[in-house]
């Protein structure tokens, strides 16, 4: 019986295992990938927004929070594949078959990118669907390359892109662009940037890697083929809660709906960062929505919860 359990080691959960365990408290932080760290693996852009650290990128923020959690005595298990979560009884079966109990959970498995589900979109990752517009740029430099949605992210990345590829075609659903009004009047007058509203893919086709893309567009009877080397697929995110079913409340868009305490709709189960922050997902917000959850579990436990639950 552990007094907490975290599910997820990004920002939140790391945040959250460092503030329970300078708390005196038993925590165990359980992660599914190689390594911890989150979407931070993902930013390769440099970050300036996280108050008094300038990193790099994703990465070089990692190893700061690793130096300071190099005292920290909390366990954490990497690439721990959990089979179920019964919520209530804060019992935790793992995929080798181990049993986990603990006080208290603190959810923090934060959010995974939306996906097309369409053909190609699988078998080509990596083989001309690329991840970011920072990190693949030198790869896809003189290729004609197409970007897939029309929020901020897809458009920064077309700009991007736009600086060393010849064209970039931004294609979205929607009639008008999501994204900012300063990046949708860039998109407009940069003549390598072609935006095709009301228009969906719905194919990405190839051989051996990305070779073309099949568009559909509203007002297009067929759908055309347009030739590019290169795809990034940029239509949002969705939290990743399928592991807790309808155990807690959530919020209309699938968020776990928590109160100022990050505490969820069942008693001792906290949740924090992205999974249920979005309005505001960003680094400080996820580290500071765990160091939040912890300090609760704390407060409740030295209180005397710890022999009532
Ligand atoms: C390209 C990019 C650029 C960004 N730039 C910035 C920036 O400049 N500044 C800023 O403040 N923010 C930035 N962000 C946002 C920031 O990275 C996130 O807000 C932050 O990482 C959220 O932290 P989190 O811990 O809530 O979730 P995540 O970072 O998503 O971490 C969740 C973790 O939970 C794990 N997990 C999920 N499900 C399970 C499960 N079932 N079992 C075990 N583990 C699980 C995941 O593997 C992951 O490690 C950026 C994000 C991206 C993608």
């Known amino acids: ?7 997820g ?24 990938a190689e390594q911890t760290g989150g979407q931070l693996h993902r930013i390769h852009n440099p970050i300036d927004n996280y108050l008094g650290i300038t990193a790099a990128n ?9 130096k300071s959690l190099e005292a ?10 959990i089979s179920s979560v019964d919520l209530r009884s804060k019992k935790i ?12 959970i603190i959810i923090a498995t934060g959010v995974r990118r939306r996906e097309l589900g369409i053909a190609g979109e699988k078998e080509f990752l990596g083989k001309g669907i690329i991840e970011t517009g920072a990190k693949d740029r030198e790869s896809l430099a003189g290729s004609d390359v197409c970007i897939v949605g029309g929020g901020d992210a897809a458009a920064e990345n077309a700009l991007l892109l736009a600086e060393v590829c010849p064209t970039v075609t931004l294609i979205h659903r929607s009639r008008k662009l999501r994204a900012r009004r300063e990046f949708a009047e860039q998109l407009h007058t940069n003549h ?9 893919v719905t194919r990405i086709l190839g051989t051996e890697r990305v070779e073309a893309v ?3 567009r509203k007002e297009g009877i067929k759908p055309f083929q347009l030739a590019v080397r290169g795809v990034l697929i940029r239509i949002g995110v969705e939290p990743n809660t399928d592991l807790f079913g309808d155990q807690v409340k959530f919020d209309e868009k699938g968020y776990i709906l928590v109160n100022g305490e990050q505490e969820t709709s069942v008693p001792f189960v906290f949740a924090a960062g992205d999974v249920s922050n979005p309005s505001s997902p960003t680094i400080s917000s996820a580290t500071g929505a765990g160091a939040t959850a912890a300090k609760v579990i704390a407060l409740r436990l030295n209180s005397g919860a710890r022999k009532s639950v």
């Open 1 to 7: 019986m552990h007094d907490v359990i975290i599910i």
């Open 9 to 32: 080691g990004g920002p939140a959960g790391l945040s959250a295992a460092s503030w329970c365990d300078e708390l005196g408290l038993d925590t165990l932080l359980l992660e599914q």
């Open 58 to 66: 994703g990465q070089e923020l990692l190893q700061q929070f690793a």
């Open 72 to 81: 920290a005595e909390f366990d954490q298990w990497t690439q721990t594949c």
């Open 93 to 104: 079966s793992l995929q080798s078959g181990e049993q986990l109990q603990a006080i208290a």
């Open 192 to 200: 390598c940037i072609t935006v095709f509203p009301e228009s969906v």
């Open 214 to 216: 099949e568009i559909q």
